[in-house]
Structures are given as C-alpha cells and as structure tokens.
C-alpha cells in the first residue's frame, strides 16, 4: 500500500511543478543595440497609465528603481537597464495588451547593449568581441557579468516559470554597416536561443525591425537592404519597416513618436502571427 501512495505522488509531481506557469501570459524576448536599449528620453506621460497586464523582467538590480534582477514589474520606463530611456519595446507591449483579451498579460524581457554588433550575442565567439570593444561599452557589458546572451536566457528560463514565450524581437545592425553575413550571424543566435530554451522556431518568429529609414535622413539605411533579405535566411522571421518613423537630430536614433510607431507595428505583426 505504502509503494502505491509513493508511486501515484511521482505521477502526479510533473503536473503540481508546471502549475504556476500562466498559459495566458505571454513573454517577449528583446535584444539588440541602442535603438532596443532605447535612446529617446522617458517623457511624463510615458510613466502613467501604464497597463499592469503589461510587465517587464529586470534584467539587472536597479536599486534606484527599488527593482531586483530577475523580478516581474509592471512596465513603467526604462524596460532595459536602469538609465536607459524609451524604447520600442515600450509600445509594442501597450499595443499588445489593448489588443489582447483581458485575461493575457504581456511581459518583455530586454536585454540590449548601445553601439554593439551582433557578434556581443555569439554565445561561442562573444569574448573575442567583448576584448576588442570601445571602452566606453564595457560598463554596460559589465553590467550583464561580461555576457549578454548569458543573462538573456538566464532570464528567460525564469520566466519560462511563468509564462510563455511567443516571440524574439531584435533591433540590431547600425553597428554591423554593409556587413553580407549578418544575416546568418542572426540566424545563430536566434537557433541558439531556441535550443537553449528548448523552443520551436513556429511557434516562436523572430521579428526584426529595419534602422532608420532613408526617409528619414537616417545615416544607416543601407543596411535596411540586408535587413530586407533576413527571412531568405530564416524561415520563421519578419522584418518591421521604419519607413515613415521619425528619428532623433543624430539621424541614428528614433525619437519618442518613432519609437512608439515602430513598437505598435512590431505588435501588429505579433498579433498577426498568432492570429
């Protein structure tokens, strides 16, 4: 008798260990250089009304925010580190969760570094950049114990405790200017990603979105050309046109209204995706 009590509570132990993760909880994965990080400077109104249902992991302690690494918050600005300022990923949350039924939440993980390559997320060949980059970017580097893409899937495997993820959205390619081979340099990270985390690529699309448009003056629109071919390269990808998004003086940056039209058409294309 004492056997079958035994046997039918390791039966039921897988059941009662996934309980808390919310189906309806719906988790976004972020990384990239300083238009992800976010450049524009967080106005007043970007602080208010924010959504509860719409929450960020910190990815770092911020004890001026009374934040702690690891911990879910509701989105109030920055979504990144602790100083940093408004981003896409600002306003692809706020969209998703208008258009989302009540009972889903929303929750952003972003873990970006200003100015970086591509190469900062190669989770094999990392170091190698990390010894060749500009001082100036160390501090933020460091800030992630020396390994962004580590600290992401650290994060996303507590999230993973949650919630689920739906998808990857990166911003990245300023800094990686008329570069042939960024195309396949995404496509390693993004199965990196996946096959730590122990996802399917569709059911989780990467989406990434283009510079700053030529339209806008924007001093790295050729590499929206690259940009452009990413899905010929990944099946389970789209890429987010800026044309139209107003930028920063730098013509580098996207100021607060581009930001929040380039996040809502990230969202329009999540929401799309997942029909």
Known sequence: MKNKIIL???????AFASF??????????????SNMEGNAPVRPEDTVGVDSR???????????????KGKWYTAIPPLCRC????????????????NLPKDVRVGIINVSVGGCKIELFDKDNYQSYVATAPSWMLGMIKEYDG?????????AKLAQKDGVIKGILLHQGESNPNDSLWTKKVKVVYENLLKDLHLKAKQVPLLAG???????????????????TLPQTIKHSCVISSAGCADAADNLHFNAEGYKELGKRFAEKMLSLMK
Request: glycine residues 8%; aromatic residues 12%.
């Open 147 to 155: 390994n962004p893409y580590a600290r992401l899937v650290e994060m």
């Open 83 to 98: 100083h940093t300022g408004l981003t896409l990923t600002d306003f692809f949350g706020r969209t998703m969760v208008a």
């Open 210 to 228: 283009e510079t700053v448009n030529a339209d806008q003056g924007g001093i790295c629109a050729g590499m929206n050309k690259i940009i452009a």
């Open 20 to 33: 808390s993760q919310d189906k309806n909880f719906y988790i976004f994965l972020a990384f990239g250089q």
């Open 8 to 14: 039918s509570a390791i039966f039921f132990l897988p």
């Open 54 to 68: 719409f929450k960020v992991m910190e990815a770092v302690d911020c004890p001026d925010l009374n934040r702690t």
